[in-house]
């Protein structure tokens, strides 16, 4: 139901490391074949964001899998806006900070969140398949859990050291190390953790963009999106 029978729209998984150009890629490709695109990582972080608001101590697994339920977060698929709000408050600033960085590793890593959002996603994809030409999904469990049946599906890598330029770039952080760092600590949590960890598997195309362009990165997942839809047709 998440790949391309039944007439609907095509899914397009994406997982990888942070830093690896997952969210980048994503919009590019959504932009260029006219897809919706959900950024899942948002929802855990927009997740994260509610439980430090509300006080609730993100290293209690129990506290956290009792509060999963109460907010109320609302994505929007436009890759050039992609919304996200939590109990109607737009929130896409308030889920980057340093704060909620180093806290969404905990809270996505509690089964109770996991499974409320992943059901959500999955709605939503059934929705845009329904809607519109397809959607591009990208977080670290979209190939395994969420969609696995994708007609696309890829996990894009680069190196430590790329990865961590990249992110020091974006966020105008003068410490590359400390940065390099702090992504190892996350992708080391978000690999090891017992609930759908970050894997790669055998039925997923590698991309390691280390030595590629964003838009050459961009191009080989539409010549791949094109191929699936040739195919299917
Ligand atoms: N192939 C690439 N070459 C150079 N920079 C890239 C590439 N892909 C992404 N970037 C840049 O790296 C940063 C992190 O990319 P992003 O898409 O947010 O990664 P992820 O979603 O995997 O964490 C962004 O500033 C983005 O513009
Ligand atoms: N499908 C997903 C997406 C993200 N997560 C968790 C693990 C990640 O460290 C955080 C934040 O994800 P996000 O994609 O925003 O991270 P970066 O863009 O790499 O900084 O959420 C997850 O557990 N499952």
Redesign the pocket.
């Known amino acids: 139901m998440n790949g391309q029978g039944h007439g609907g729209g095509l899914v397009i998984a994406i997982d ?10 994503a919009k590019g490709v959504a932009r260029a074949r006219d897809l919706r695109y959900l950024d899942t ?1 948002a929802m855990y972080r927009a997740m994260t964001w509610w439980m430090l608001t509300h006080g609730i101590d993100v290293a209690d697994a129990g506290a956290v899998a009792e509060a999963a339920e109460c907010p109320v977060i609302t994505m929007g698929t436009d890759p050039d806006a992609p919304a996200v709000r939590v109990d109607g408050v737009d929130v896409a600033g308030a889920i980057r900070t340093d704060e909620v960085t180093s806290n969404v590793s905990a809270v996505s890593a509690v089964p109770r969140v996991r499974e409320l959002l992943v059901a959500r996603q999955r709605e939503i994809i059934a929705e845009a398949r329904v809607a519109s030409s397809g959607i591009v999904v ?1 977080g670290r469990d979209i190939t395994t859990v969420v969609a696995p049946d994708a007609p696309v599906k890829l996990f ?1 890598t ?1 190196s430590a050291e790329a990865r961590a330029q ?2 020091s ?2 966020v105008r952080a003068a410490d590359v190390a400390a940065t390099q760092a702090a992504l190892a600590r996350r992708d080391r949590l978000d690999s090891t953790r017992s609930v759908s960890p970050l894997t790669q598997t055998a039925d997923a195309t590698e991309l390691d ?1 280390t030595g ?3 838009d ?2 961009v191009a080989l997942v539409v010549k791949l999106a094109d191929e699936a839809r040739a195919s299917a047709a």
């Not at 990888?16 to 980048?24: A, D, N, Q, R, T």
């Open positions: 990888g490391p942070s830093g690896s150009g997952k969210s980048s890629t990582g990208e894009l680069a990249r992110r770039r974006e963009t590629l362009s964003l050459e990165v």
